[in-house]
């Protein structure tokens, strides 16, 4: 073989493995993308963010959302977020949307999301409308959860029965699950 034939060969070889390796990186390591409502001081979001490839934060950091939820007097919102801030500091991968989940729902490709999890107002309406939101925002055959499907959180439970008669699974942590 001429070395001009070698180097093109090799140089074909090297192309070929580039590409494959982008393939294995697809199928081995899938892009998951995630929505988390209402994200507080961070905590779950943490957790989300250690495990999906790209994580959107949002929240729009203001208190009096619901009296009957002490997360919305307790403390100042605006020193929660500080705090979601310094949590957030060594996750390249979550995008912080300061805004309510209507407002913020226009930012997200329709059908984009692997998952979505609500953890916002617990009241029945608020609970709803963030279903009836986000469910165009994620794929098929992925998932919808959120937080508090329990006592006393009546209105957590009722919206999401309504829209998904039961869900799939109910966690310990009273999360919910539904594959949509
Ligand atoms: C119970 S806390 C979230 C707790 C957090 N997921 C955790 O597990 O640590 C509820 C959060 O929902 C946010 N929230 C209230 N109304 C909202 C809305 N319309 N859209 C998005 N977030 C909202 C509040 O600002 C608050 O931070």
Not at 93 to 99: A, D, E, P, Q
Request: charged share 30%.
């Amino acid at each position: 073989m001429s070395k001009l034939n070698s180097l093109k060969s090799n140089y074909a070889v090297a192309n070929r493995k580039k590409r494959l390796s982008r393939l294995v990186l697809e199928i081995s390591k899938p892009r998951l993308e995630m929505v988390e409502i209402g994200c507080y001081a961070g905590l779950s979001t943490v957790l989300f963010a250690k495990r999906f490839e790209k994580v959107y934060a949002v929240d729009p950091w203001v208190n009096e959302y619901d009296p009957s939820d002490k997360s919305s007097y307790v403390f100042p919102m605006s020193e929660v977020e500080k705090i979601f801030d310094y949590h957030m500091q060594s996750f390249s991968n979550v995008t912080k949307i300061r805004k309510t989940s209507v407002e913020a729902a226009p930012l997200i490709e329709d059908e984009s999301l692997d998952f979505v999890y609500i953890d916002a107002c617990h009241q029945y309406e608020n609970v709803l409308t963030d279903i009836k939101t986000w469910l165009p925002k994620i794929k098929p055959k992925r998932f919808i959860g959120g937080h508090d499907y329990q006592k006393p959180w009546v209105g957590v439970k009722q919206a999401v029965n309504e829209m998904f008669g039961k869900p799939d699974k109910i966690f310990r942590d009273s999360s919910w699950l539904k594959q949509i």
